[in-house]
């Protein structure tokens, strides 16, 4: 789910191999490493945050906090204040349940860490955001997760290049070590494989997957041969666990303009089951803001992305598939249709579910109904930040959140969901 602003400069530009970005160890003749969306600023980038290689790898037991960084600005520090006695809200929680936070073992199943680092999210230019929050590094993020979050799966499916938001402090952005310069998912990984290798030390706290979104599916160059190779060849990374995340999306786009994001899907269905990779799957309907039936209903009333989504699903992948439903929202039948389908179908939810209201009213009546064991959590940071840090920028640090969030909704322990959702993550991606 994301709110992106496209810029004019372009396409992805094809680099020659003596151009490709330093620290990737893609081999040098393979079409992903010369896509890059603008090799200066994967540099710049890339500088910054690979800089430094630290990250809470200590006890899990303890929310290790220790090589966090922790700002003068009043403001920022009030907001870093805030975080921090949340994890010793958590952990006092966990050590409630019978010493459980010296096992307690949790993962954010969903983010997207370039937005979550560069601000390229809708809100990332908002008084809330530019105010309380310092940019980070990559290094400086990862510290900031308590030691029990043992890694966060990254998605990278947006290949276009985008502006930052119009009230982002430039200077301030620039003077941050690159921030400023990031030009989109795919560009911001490729710079970043360094992190991801064998020998770093953020490696056993990152893992990735990588597509084509729906939002960018509709372009005639959204999912074409390039892209094709690119996913390709970023799928053989020990570090990537899965395609996608890939669907269907009517909220922002035409119904004229489904069939386009259903034959990329469906590509990158194919292209999963060819690779034994995991999917990881967008889908979301143009609900009427009453909440009623569909804008875009079928003749038989029937949600046409549901549909969609099932038929595609149902004859591209085998059955014994692994399938990640991302920030569910659908109807309850169609997810027990699929669970019934896919015994390794599992459904994320994210910060959503704690926000109260008629949605989250919804994704509350989801949880209550659908077995915990089937459950995974998300953060899809930067995007749907928990409460109570609503508006904030979401990253893995928040997501025991929604888990506390589920815990209460089902009245079973915070250490039996972190337990269950921990398992699931096991059965789609293996890991």
């Known amino acids: 789910m994301r709110k992106r602003v496209t810029s004019s400069l372009g396409r992805v530009h094809l680099a020659r191999p003596r151009e490709a970005t330093a620290g990737a160890s893609l081999p040098a003749a393979s079409l992903a490493a010369h896509i890059l969306l603008g090799r200066s600023s994967c540099r710049s980038v890339a500088t910054a945050t690979g800089s430094a290689e630290a990250a809470g790898s200590g006890n899990h037991g303890k929310m290790n906090l220790s090589g966090a960084p922790f700002p003068r600005d009043p403001a920022r520090k009030d907001y870093m204040q805030r975080y921090r006695q949340d994890l010793a809200r958590l952990s006092a929680r966990l050590l409630e349940e019978a010493g459980a936070a010296a096992g307690a073992r949790w993962v954010d199943s969903h983010c997207h860490l370039e937005s979550i680092l560069c601000r390229t999210w809708g809100g990332g230019g908002t008084a809330a955001v530019r105010e309380s929050e310092q940019l980070l590094t990559l290094q400086d993020l990862v510290s900031l997760w308590p030691a029990g979050m043992e890694f966060c799966i990254c998605n990278a499916v947006f290949r276009k290049p985008y502006k930052l938001p119009l009230r982002q402090g430039r200077a301030e952005a620039a003077r941050s070590g690159g921030a400023a310069s990031c030009l989109s998912e795919w560009g911001w990984l490729r710079a970043n494989l360094n992190h991801f290798h064998e020998g770093s030390r953020l490696a ?61 899907f469906r590509a990158q269905l194919r292209l999963a089951v060819e690779l034994g990779k995991p999917v990881v799957v967008h889908s979301r309907s143009a609900a009427r803001p009453d909440g009623a039936a569909p804008a875009y209903a079928t003749a ?120 269950a959702t921990r398992e699931s993550t096991r059965a789609v991606y293996g890991i």
């Open 204 to 264: 056993s706290r990152l893992k990735f997957t990588v597509g084509i979104h729906p939002h960018e599916a509709v372009h005639p160059q959204g999912w074409d041969e390039e892209a094709a190779l690119f996913v390709r060849e970023l799928a053989a990374h020990p570090l990537c666990v899965g395609i996608g995340e890939c669907g269907m999306d009517l909220l922002r786009h035409k119904p004229r303009l489904a069939d386009r994001q259903l034959d990329a």
């Open 300 to 419: 038989s009333g029937a949600d046409p992305v549901e549909a969609a989504c099932m038929s595609a699903l149902t004859e591209e992948l085998p059955r014994s598939h692994a399938v990640h439903m991302h920030c569910y929202s659908g109807s309850l039948e169609h997810a027990q249709r699929l669970c019934d389908h896919f015994p390794r179908l599992r459904l994320g939810f994210t910060g959503a579910l704690t926000f109260g209201g008629k949605r989250g009213a919804q994704l509350a009546a989801l949880v209550t109904s659908l077995p915990l064991e089937r459950l995974l959590l998300e953060t899809d940071g930067p995007y749907m930040c928990p409460a109570p840090f609503r508006g904030q920028t979401a990253h893995p640090g928040h997501v025991h959140l929604v888990a506390e969030q589920i815990a209460d909704i089902k009245g079973e322990t915070l250490s039996k969901v972190l337990a």
